[in-house]
């Protein structure tokens, strides 16, 4: 059923050869098995006139969902004989080349917008002149997030003058005020994914950027994933690391400071000063000295196992420490102490790059992958079978994404484990019995700020038991 009559005709070709850029009839494939739930989302977003979000679970295939219901909805227009474009919007790079990937065997080759002007601008200028004008019945332009941003990007999408889908990946990253003002209100059909709306957490921005997009149609998530037998079932292993003295004192002198900058501007976090201040103490529990030593204890765990990834932190900038970056501190403890085969795995490495070093890992030449926030969202590995979360910040996304970077179906791959490292400033109930109640404040504050992500994880183990007995053990450490 067609969702709205189409506004131009154009000439009906099967294959177009045009600038290099090739347009075939889009198609879902005989080979590929559709799920009965990717089926239902398919449909929800179809009932709801080609607008709305799919909210599915990280590695439950909402790649190839939205493909398929994007597909159905182009089949629609050519069987009409109308015309009907598509702009996809991916966060990074490496999702998009994934993206590229995964249309190919549909039957669309898209127009890669990023990096150069250069590269693609006159290409997508033309495309949406022939589209306008009727020459083209289809266009298929896929983008990341910041050339989406770029006034050159911008001033082409909005000269489109026919129908087009805007399909947005990871759709959560435009729940900013500038996010939403990129957003074309053109756009006729809408088409929103993520694994990670958390709207328990956002503000009106993320109201508003549900809202652009007409809600929320289909709902798959993690829990219903696993127990389904969609994603790997895990165990969760809580790892509490304490802070050195350093770090302790830094951090709590970063403290004062942050609670002088905030009173003088007024209860607002805005002020630049005090976002240095946060960020300088984030960096402190992010890359935290004892957690080498901690992973350095674990050695008997972690050699002679594969498929291990290790989420590291960026970098920690001091007056004694040259911003060395932690996933490099990782890779040689792993590497020249635990004679492992690893690799960085970073967004420096070239597509070509990246394809060998998920090649080899898969086939275990390369045991464990070191790597920083490029593999957070998008990337398959399926596999991985431990994950050493280093490294978390406080936004729910991340740390929801890198599980689900762990959690995809293999062979041979019968339970995933998760390693999670908490920064715990002190571990000795005597230190903590003779603070005062600043410093306790403070520090019961850090583990507040980490209890969401413990929460998260551990509710959907196998071992939610023994890991909430753990983290009982910790918050009694600071009850005097």
């Known amino acids: 059923m067609m969702m709205k009559a189409p506004t131009k005709k154009a000439a009906i070709t099967t294959k177009i050869k045009w600038g290099g850029i090739v347009i075939n009839q889009p198609h879902i494939p005989n080979f590929m098995e559709i799920r009965e739930y990717q089926k239902d989302a398919m449909r929800s977003w179809l009932s709801a006139k080609g607008q709305g979000i799919l909210e599915m679970a990280t590695g439950s295939g909402k790649t190839v969902t939205s493909i398929c219901a994007i597909v159905k909805l182009l089949q629609q227009y050519r069987n009409a004989k109308m015309a009907c474009g598509l702009v996809i919007v991916l966060p990074y790079k490496v999702l998009l080349e994934q993206w590229g ?13 990023y990096e150069s002007k250069a590269i693609w601008h006159d290409k997508m200028k033309e495309q949406v002149e022939l589209f306008n004008t009727g020459y083209f019945k289809e266009f298929f332009i896929i983008t990341t997030n910041s050339t989406f941003y770029k006034s050159d990007f911008q001033t082409e999408l909005r000269r489109i003058s ?13 729940a900013t005020e500038k996010g939403l003002a990129m957003l074309p ?21 993320m109201d508003d950027l549900i809202e652009y997009f007409g809600g929320i149609v289909y709902q798959f998530p993690l829990e219903r ?34 609670s002088k900058a905030f009173l003088i ?36 765990t972690i050699v002679g196992a594969g498929y291990n990834l290790f989420y590291c932190g960026d970098k920690r900038e001091t007056e004694t420490d040259e911003a060395q970056r932690y996933v490099e501190k990782v890779n040689r403890l792993l590497s020249f102490e ?13 597509k070509s790059q990246r394809s060998t070093i998920l090649r080899n890992f898969a086939s275990g030449t390369i045991e464990s992958l070191t790597a920083i926030r490029c593999l957070d969202e998008g990337v398959d590995i399926p596999a991985l079978r431990r994950a050493f979360i280093l490294s978390s910040g406080t936004n729910p996304k991340e740390f929801i994404q890198r599980r689900g970077r762990i959690l995809r179906r293999s062979p041979g791959k019968e339970i995933a484990e998760v390693y999670d490292f908490f920064v715990v400033p002190t571990m000795n109930r005597n230190e903590i019995a003779r603070m005062d109640s600043v410093q306790l404040g403070s520090e019961r504050r ?22 909430y007995s753990k983290i009982i053990g910790i918050w009694n450490l600071y009850n005097k």
């Not at 026919?162 to 435009?174: K, Q």
């Not at 127990?227 to 004192?249: A, R, S």
């Open 162 to 174: 026919g129908d087009y889908i805007l399909c947005v990946d990871e759709m959560h990253h435009f």
């Open 225 to 258: 994933a696993i127990k389904e037998g969609f994603l790997t079932p895990y165990n969760y292993y809580p790892i509490f690391v304490g802070l050195t003295d350093d770090e302790k004192e830094e951090y709590n002198e970063l403290s004062k400071k942050i």
């Open 446 to 467: 850090i583990l507040n700020r980490e209890f969401d992500r413990f929460k998260e994880f551990a509710d959907l183990a196998l071992n939610k038991q023994e890991a």
């Open 185 to 205: 209100e053109h756009a006729t059909f809408k088409i929103g994914l993520s694994a990670t709306l958390m709207t328990k957490w956002e503000n009106k921005s």
């Open 265 to 300: 501007n007024k209860n607002s976090n805005d002020d630049e000063v005090l976002q240095s201040l946060l960020r300088k103490r984030a960096r402190i529990i992010t890359s935290a000295e004892n957690k080498i030593d901690v992973l350095r204890g674990m050695r008997d």
């Open 338 to 350: 635990f004679n492992m085969k690893t690799h960085t795995f970073t967004a420096e490495e070239s």
């Open 101 to 113: 990937e995964a249309l190919a065997l549909f039957g669309i080759t898209p127009l890669a917008c």
